[in-house]
């Protein structure tokens, strides 16, 4: 029965998203992927996602979660998803470098970015709009540890490097360093227990 299930609602999806890679190219993809529903996807940089990476993107596989899945890669930039990773759900952006190790889940409607899509200067934000100025936008690349477990909608922002074995609570917000093995909640997310 298990087979069957993960016949009808993984195996279509799959297909469709590893012909999608195929065809924007840049992306790599190891053993025994799964997916569930469809993917929104811009690649204009490196995608390497691991062995048995579970990537859900439908209400279908995840009731908790509102929206798609989306992956967008911005020019240059490159995302590395290890192996035996689940993705629910999320949007993922990533103008320099996303770094997600082995064994993570990330829990339903998270969001993960490594830049801040705009200018904090209004001249610049207001003046690219019209095509008059360039917004220089800040990055910085994002790390999350081996083994990690991110509830259900926390935001992940640029800076963020979050250690080994570590637990984010649902609903936080990460932008700098926490440490492994460690329980982490609130926005901003602060550690308030040892592992």
Do not use: W
Not at 27 to 37: A, D, F, R, S
Not at 79 to 85: A, L, Q, S, T, Y
Not at 149 to 156: E, I, K, Q
């Amino acid at each position: 029965m298990k087979f069957i299930l993960k016949f009808i609602f993984y195996m279509p999806f799959t297909i469709f998203f590893r012909v999608q890679c195929f065809l924007i190219g840049g992306i790599t993809i190891g053993k025994n992927l799964e997916v569930c529903g469809f993917i929104f996807l811009r690649n204009k940089g490196i995608i390497k996602i691991g062995n048995n990476v579970r990537i859900n993107s439908c209400r279908a596989c995840n009731p908790a979660a509102g929206g798609i899945t989306s992956i967008q890669v911005l020019k240059n930039a490159k995302i590395e998803i290890g192996n035996r990773v689940g993705i629910s759900n999320c949007a993922i952006t990533c103008a320099e470098h996303i770094q997600i190790g082995n064994d993570v889940n990330i829990g339903a409607d998270t969001i993960i970015s490594d830049t801040d899509f705009h200018s904090l200067n209004v001249d610049e934000r207001i003046g690219r709009r019209f095509g008059q100025t360039k917004e220089t936008v800040k990055t910085k690349p994002i790390k999350i540890g081996n083994e990690c477990f991110l509830g259900m909608r926390t935001v992940v922002l640029k800076g963020a490097d979050i250690g080994a074995r570590t637990v984010i609570g649902a609903s936080s917000l990460v932008t700098s360093k926490i440490d492994r093995d460690s329980i982490a909640v609130g926005i901003p997310c602060k550690v308030i227990k040892s592992l």
